[in-house]
């Protein structure tokens, strides 16, 4: 068992990985604003997978940064604090499987994951932190990319960055809203097993490596997908963001499925 250190600074400092992510969003986000060479699509696709691939790291780093302040300081000697993706335990289920289900139904599943030693931390409320400190990240990051929404700046931004922000918005609140259901195997589930009965978490322990892949067929059944959907166009629109922005964004983000100018709306997973 790797021994209880203190960080060192090195385990603190973003590494390259993540650093080059952000100038990539950064970039592409300039493409999009700008229209560079009047490749819009590309740079949305550019901006939206780099800013998504960000957030799942932010996702970890809250997991990890909580579990450090919860007691279990090994999370710094695993590199869990550098932002690195790489650094997560599967790098299929870390960026590969949530890149590809953005590609393939335009929803922002649940990613990477960190190894936390529950058994350093203490107190229930504080592994229920440490399960909960991912999706609020999500929740934090979503209500950022709105601000132009509901601060009443929207108008002033060109229309492809625009959707191609609503779009990335949609990914965070479906990733907060799936991450927090109490199925085993997703954070939401962690928050609440502390304050389980040891015979229901025995029950529940099996189920745990296919939480993932039962929402995911789940939202395949056109009652249950149409559900979701529902619920997070309210809650986007709560923050002012309106369904035919997400779609124009999403149609942007698929550059080759065809011209997001010509008024075809994509169909997602679920509607």
């Not at 740079?43 to 932010?58: D, E, K, N, R, T």
């Amino acid at each position: 068992m790797t021994s209880a250190v203190a960080p060192k600074r090195e385990h603190r400092r973003p590494s390259p990985v993540f650093l080059g992510l952000v100038a990539v969003l950064a970039v592409s986000g300039w493409a999009v604003w700008t229209d560079f060479a009047r490749a819009t699509g590309v740079a949305v696709f550019l901006f939206v997978v780099s800013g998504w691939i960000v957030s799942l790291c932010l996702h970890e780093y809250a997991h990890a940064r909580t579990a450090l302040h919860g007691g279990d300081h090994t999370v710094a000697a695993k590199g869990y604090l550098t932002l690195n993706p790489l650094r997560y335990t599967h790098a299929l289920l870390s960026i590969v499987l949530p890149v590809l289900f953005v590609i393939l139904g335009g929803i922002g599943l649940p990613g990477g994951a960190v190894f936390v030693e529950r058994d350093r931390i203490r107190g229930r409320l504080r592994h229920s932190l440490v399960s909960a400190a991912g999706p609020l990240t999500n929740v934090v990051f979503a209500l950022a990319l709105t601000a132009p929404w509901w601060l009443g700046t929207v108008d002033t931004m060109p229309a492809p960055f625009r959707f191609a922000l609503a779009f990335l918005a949609l990914l965070q609140v479906t990733a907060a809203i799936l991450n927090l259901l109490p199925v085993p195997g997703l954070d939401g589930y962690g928050v609440i097993e502390p304050w389980l009965s040891p015979s229901a978490r025995r029950q529940a322990e099996p189920f745990a490596p296919f939480g993932l892949l039962i929402v995911f067929a789940c939202l395949w059944i056109p009652g249950i997908g149409a559900v979701f959907w529902d619920v997070v166009d309210a809650v986007l629109g709560m923050l002012g963001v309106g369904q035919g922005e997400t779609y124009y964004g999403l149609e942007y983000f698929r550059f080759w499925d065809g011209d997001p100018q010509a008024g075809l709306v994509p169909v997602t997973l679920g509607r």
